[in-house]
């Protein structure tokens, strides 16, 4: 169970690291390796605390718009993140959208490999 915590941190932090790397709008003020685990982990308790809440209130304009709607809560769990890391900086809807499309991308690619 903690090493399925830590690889979710870890993975966090590369992911948000490899998306202020490529989005514009969305950049890290400092990119230390403390910073970015930081900030993993505040990512991995908002996700963890509030995300299923959200998805179960949710869960109604979840079933009827096919899932598209987690793309929204996904993006309003990126700029909760924003506003409580001040190291981390999101300019807009675009950079928060195509940031949560490549912190997405690489959780799934670190996930399907960190799986036995």
């Known amino acids: 169970m903690i090493t399925k915590l830590i690889i ?9 690291f490899i998306a202020a790397k490529i989005v514009s709008g ?11 685990l930081t900030i993993g982990f505040i990512f991995g308790l908002i996700n963890f605390f509030i ?8 869960m109604p304009i979840i079933l009827f718009t096919f899932g598209l709607f987690t793309i ?7 700029l909760l993140l924003d506003y409580f890391v001040q190291e981390m900086n999101i300019e807009s ?8 499309i490549v ?3 690489v959780n799934i690619f670190i996930g399907t490999f960190s799986k036995k």
């Open 103 to 105: 912190i997405s991308a």
């Open 26 to 36: 969305f950049t890290l003020a400092e990119d230390s390796f403390m910073t970015l």
């Open 51 to 58: 995300k299923p809440i959200l998805k179960l209130i949710s």
């Open 93 to 100: 809807l675009s950079a928060a959208f195509w940031g949560m």
């Open 72 to 78: 929204v809560i996904n993006i309003a769990m990126l």
């Open 8 to 16: 979710q941190i870890l993975t966090n932090s590369i992911a948000i």
